[in-house]
């Protein structure tokens, strides 16, 4: 009887572990064009050449998403499994940047826990920076949020 109770365990285990997201037959679809908006700030706004800027950017999405029948969708549609939230309060890490003049900063590879973005600064002068964002099931659709003026002098 102990044999058989060892034998089961794995198979509770693994049947406990598969419970905790369900990926179940319905999705999200979208319905129309979404609002999505990019707030970018920086920490210092003025540093020497070489100094060290942290990036931070807000995302705010607002859209209709559809709750649908996976059997429901067209081929090639875009769905998810939940919609996006309202609010992601630091996408800094995910976004591109677009920098002016190119090359003027450097971006670190590490990862932030934060989601922030720290890059140094690596020309003098006015230095700009925008994030910009691809929009999730909207094909070819980019949104850029406002310019950070950073002062490398």
Known sequence: ??????????????????????????????????TVEL???ASPM????????????ERRTTGQWKKVSRSELRPGQCWVYRPPVEVEPE?????????????????HSEYQLDQSRVATVRASGKVTLTPIDKVKCEEDRVVAGNTIEIDAS
């Open 1 to 34: 009887m102990r044999s058989v109770f060892i034998l089961l365990v794995p198979g509770i285990l693994a049947l406990a572990a598969g419970c905790g997201e369900q990926r179940g037959p319905t999705v999200y679809v979208l319905e129309g064009q979404q």
């Open 46 to 57: 003025k540093v020497q050449p070489g100094g060290q800027v942290v990036l931070h950017v």
């Open 39 to 41: 707030k970018a700030t």
């Open 91 to 107: 996408v800094a890490h995910s976004v591109q940047w677009e920098v002016v003049p190119e090359n003027a900063v450097e971006f």
